[in-house]
């Protein structure tokens, strides 16, 4: 896509982080932009805030891990500005523990959201795109961990690996088929937002093992140091917004390479993983 200027996104996630920052910053170049958040009155607060910069947007309460909502959210894109053409799937949710403690909510709950949202999006969005036969893109948000799975983010980084193997997938589908859609996918290392208070949106009637998060100060200030620090999410906004000006795939940032040649190097040398772990519940001893 060359120009955005009149286009019309969809961001999921967008009341916050790195999706409000997409927003404001696809907002600038005169996109119309549909917020949708799980959380309404953080939606309504974002739609607030753009349409007083001067972004013509509207908010729909959306939970990405239903697709009958996905669906109602593209139904709601069409209504109000006739036409789609950038997807932003970014809607995610991180919880941390060792894999084996976690319960079957943790991990439902996680691949609901950052597997089956993007999934959801795909399905709902990509046959309108199509159909449009207009330039298009749709924009996936994985993660550094995509490449390599971080100790005590088990359900987060398999779920993220499983978002970068889609996209590639898409990527090639799309081309194959002779449209006019691209496809991007954002791999952030760690970023100054909220996802590492994700439980706060948990489905009603869940039972986590991973609840000690908010119950334990401790782990808790833990989980703020780690999760809660990193780039801006303006900085991940400003590369995302150049892949797709540029059709662009592959969206890094700042001084990540040598994370991901750390993870290539075993890979391609077919030595054991780095150890790369965190929290208070596992502590490398010996092994390395």
């Given at each position: 896509m060359r120009e955005l200027n009149g286009k019309a996104g969809v961001i999921t996630g967008g009341a916050s982080g790195i999706g409000l920052?997409?927003?404001?910053?696809?907002?600038?170049?005169?996109?119309?932009?549909?917020?949708?958040?799980?959380?309404?009155?953080?939606?309504?607060?974002?739609?607030?805030?753009l349409r007083a910069k001067g972004v013509e947007a509207v908010g729909v309460r959306t939970d990405v891990g239903?697709?009958?909502?996905?669906?109602?959210?593209?139904?709601?894109?069409?209504d109000a500005f006739g036409r789609v053409h950038l997807v932003v799937n970014n809607a995610g949710?991180?919880?941390?523990?060792?894999?084996?403690?976690?319960?079957?909510?943790?991990?439902?709950?996680v691949f609901d959201v950052n597997l089956w949202g993007v999934v959801h999006g795909i399905k709902a969005f990509v046959p309108i795109l199509i159909a449009q036969g207009e330039p298009g893109h749709v924009v996936n948000?994985?993660?550094?961990?995509?490449?390599?799975?971080?100790g005590e983010h088990g359900p987060y980084s398999s779920s993220k690996a499983a978002?970068?193997?889609?996209?590639?997938?898409?990527?090639s589908e799309l081309i194959a088929a002779n449209t006019r859609i691209g496809v991007s996918?954002?791999?952030?290392?760690?970023?100054?937002?909220?996802?590492?208070?994700?439980?706060?949106?948990?489905?009603?009637?869940?039972?986590p093992w991973?609840?000690?998060?908010?119950?334990?100060?401790?782990?808790?200030?833990?989980?703020?140091?780690?999760?809660?620090?990193?780039?801006?999410?303006?900085?991940?906004?400003?590369?995302?917004?150049?892949?797709?000006?540029?059709d662009r795939f592959?969206?890094?940032?700042?001084?990540?390479?040598?994370?991901?040649?750390?993870?290539?190097?075993?890979?391609?040398?077919g030595e054991n993983p780095p150890v790369h772990t965190w929290g208070p519940d596992l502590r490398p001893a010996g092994r390395t």
């Open positions: 920052a997409m927003a404001e910053r696809f907002g600038r170049e005169g996109m119309r932009l549909v917020i949708a958040d799980i959380e309404a009155e953080a939606t309504d607060r974002a739609v607030a805030g239903r697709y009958a909502e996905v669906e109602a959210l593209a139904r709601a894109a069409l949710v991180s919880i941390t523990g060792p894999t084996w403690k976690m319960s079957l909510d943790d991990w439902r709950w948000m994985a993660s550094l961990a995509s490449f390599g799975g971080t978002c970068l193997s889609i996209s590639q997938s898409l990527y996918v954002v791999c952030p290392g760690l970023v100054s937002t909220n996802i590492h208070r994700s439980w706060r949106n948990r489905p009603a009637g869940d039972r991973s609840d000690r998060e908010w119950n334990d100060p401790q782990h808790q200030a833990n989980s703020d140091a780690f999760q809660g620090s990193g780039v801006g999410p303006d900085e991940i906004a400003d590369a995302t917004l150049d892949a797709v000006l540029a592959y969206v890094f940032h700042g001084d990540s390479r040598e994370v991901r040649e750390r993870f290539a190097h075993s890979v391609l040398s």
